[in-house]
Structure formats: C-alpha cells, structure tokens
C-alpha cells in the first residue's frame, strides 16, 4: 500500500479505494472513447490493414459499436465514483464533528487554522457542510458539471431520440468538449489528499500512528513530528492529452476539406421524398460502400449528416439519394425543390471507409438493403458492371447472381425488368442453404444495411450455415454502421 495515503485511509476506510479505482478507470476509458470516431484515423488503418486478415479488418467496422461500450464505462465508473465520494464527505464530516481523541478527529483537527494548505480534512469546521464544499471547490464544482454533461450526452443518444430528433443528439454531443474541459481541471487542487514526500521522511505513519498524542513538540520518538498533507498532482491530463490532439487533427483537417468547393451538376427528385443529387470536387476519390458527410449552410451551418455514395468509382461524379426522415433532411429537399436561380451551396466531408469496401474481397457476396439502405448496393451493383465491361483481372466475384421468381413470365409483373420482384420478406434459410450448396468451397460475404432486427438475424444464419471445416463454405457477416 502507499504510505502516502495512509492516513486517509484512517478517515475514509474503502471508499478511499474505490473512489480513486473508479477514476483511473474513467481516466482510461476517456482516453479511448474519441479514437473510434476519427473517421480519418480509421479510413487510414483500413487502408494499412488491407494485406491482414479478414477478421482484423473488421474489428473496425464495429467503431461506433466500441464508442458506445466505452460510453458506458464511462457512466458506470462516474456513478462509482459519485457514490464513492459522498461516502468520502460523510466520513469527513463525522471526522470533523468528533471529539473523541480517536485517530481520526485528531487528523481531521490538524492545520485547520493554518493558512499553509497541508490540512487533511476539507471540512474545517463543523459548519461547513458536504454541499457547500461540492459547490466551491474546483474538484466539487467541475465534478457537478461533468455528471450534468455526461447525463445530457447519455440520455440525448438513445436509439428513439437519435432517430427522431438527430439534431438534439447532435448539438447535445458537443457536451463532450465541456466533459473533457472539465475532466483534465477536476484533479487540480484535489480535495482527496495524501502526506507529502517531505512529511512521510519525518513521520513514518505505520510507526507514528500508534501514539498520535505526542507528534509534534511533545514528541518524544525521534521521526514523529505532525504530518503534513498536500494535493495529488492532477493526472487526467496525461491521459486523454494524445487522443484531444489527435481529435483536434482530425477535425481541422475535416474543416479544411469541407472547405472545398462542391458543384452540384445534377437535381433529381424520386418519389417519395428522396432526393438525388450529383456532384462533383476536385481530387474527390472514392471506393464503393463509402460515405460523406454533407452540410448544406441554408438549412444549418452546424449540421453534417451521414450519407452513402450511390455512385461507381469508374464514374465521373458522386451521388448520394436521401430520403425525408427528418427536419433536416426535409428541409434540403424543399430547398432543392424550389426552383431559386441559384442552387443552394453543398459542403462535403470525406469519404470515409465502411465494411462494403470489401465485397470485391470475396467471390461471393449477398448483398442486403432495407428500404433506403439499398444505395451503398447501388454503387456496389454499378461497379461491379462497369469491371465487367474492362474485363478488371483484380475482380474476385466471378458471377453477379440474379433471383429468378415468377417464373411463367419473362419479365416482372410490377417493373416491367427481367430481374424479377419478390413480394414479403425473405426465408433467409433458404437463401443462405443455397447459396451454401452452390458455393460448397467458397468464402461468401454477406453485406447489410438496414434494422438491427435484420441484423441479428442474418448474423444467427452466418453461424449456423458457416461450416467448421475451413476447406468449406464460410458466412461472414458486414453491416454499415456510421
């Protein structure tokens, strides 16, 4: 144990412990929770790991996924350390109030009228309560506002509320630079204290404790003169110090490339609500599966939302088609549809990698869209035409699959095209004991975008069709997350 805290442990008991456990947890988990939302750190490492394994790569798909648990360690480790530390200031107070000559009260009486800050004991009198202490100390105060920070961050990020009201998500996230403000100050002049370097060479607490009626001028052992405290040199700093910087890279160089100019060449809207628009930016480079972030100013300069490119790398534009589910979203489409002279000014951030960058990895793949999660498929399906037509060598997937149902016409009854529509949802088992049983050796990647119910269930069938023979077929499972 650490001689140091020796003595506060005298007054505190176990809380000392975990109160201080908890926040070198919070510490840790702090320092992770931006790396998986640098898109560009993670694009780059996608980039690096494309000669790895297939099953490392994919351990970056599942970013946002890591953000989320680390998220909640970070909530759980704060509730800790909240409990841990009214604990703390109960047990100073019933120090401050004693006056029994135990140990403690004898500890909590020291340099309390001294003006040299080396008192062990926050509360100096017995006035002093626990809430004014919280309310005017820098550890009490900035404590309060990271909880308040953290609980509207936590609570705003909900499954119904970011799907509903993305904006209150998005704005109420931004806490995070409030969180973190309040994080590296919240260690500074500390009111958890332990004996200074200097004291511990003059008082051996193990020793000293035994008799603390004689420390100082009364003293008659040789190494007890009264111990003296001092704050814990502030660490949160020197962890969550390398991921800020890195963070703050990665959005200035965002903020630099959002600041190119975009030309919107053409304006289509489909039924439905959903709006195509196709661009153009000097030096944009994509792969299929990737996605941008667009920000339109007349709708709101702060906002930047998700979308997937729906164009091929082998054409001369980039697209996206985005459907109304939102004020946002809303909003750009009736910006688009009002005819103004001028059309409105598009700002675009990326583009940044997803799991369908490798569908060309595989010689088979299904690919899996519900509702307006068919468009990464759609940049997918032109692609793969257009390596067709030059005859690509690099391409793996060696047959682009067609469904064949109503089977007594040549063409769809609803469409009118030759690949044929298949009404209600799909028996997954039989499409996945096909696709087994005409690729019996064959590495088939399967692709989602779509609900988290589809998901989990196309995952249960990667399972359970994956055979454990490694010479046979194998299911692995990619969903889009961003």
Known sequence: RDKKFYYTRVLLGSALAWARASAKCLNFNSMLILLPVCRNLLSFLRGTCSCCRRTMRKQLDHNLTFHKLV???IALFTAVHIIAHLCN???YNDSQQAADGSLSSILSDLHQDEESNKWLNPIHSNSTTPAYVTFTTIPGLTGVIITVALIL???SSMEFIRRSYFEVFWYTHHLFIIYFAGLVIHGIAGLVRGQTAESLNKHNPEHCAQDPTHWGGNNKHSHCEEPEFGSIPA???QWVLAPILLYVFERVLRFWRSQQRVVVTKVVVHPSKVLELQMHKKGFSME????????????SRLEWHPFTLTSAPEEDFFSVHIRAVGDWTENLIDTFQQQKPKTPRIEV?????TASEDVFQYEVA?????????TPFASVLKSIWYKFQHADQRLKTKKAGQAAFNFDKDTDVVTGLK??????RPRWSNEFSAVATAHPRSVVGVFLCGPQALAKSLQKCCHQYSSLDPRKVKFYFNKENF
């Open 153 to 155: 961050m936590v609570t």
């Open 89 to 91: 200031f109960e047990w």
């Open 366 to 374: 299904m690919l899996v869209g519900a509702g307006i999660g068919v």
């Open 288 to 299: 299929v599966g990737q996605y941008i972030f667009i920000n339109s100013p007349s709708v």
């Open 419 to 424: 690949q044929k529509t298949s009404f209600g």
């Open 71 to 73: 998220a909640y360690a």
């Open 235 to 237: 660490e949160s700093w």
């Open 349 to 353: 951030d990326g583009p940044f990698g």
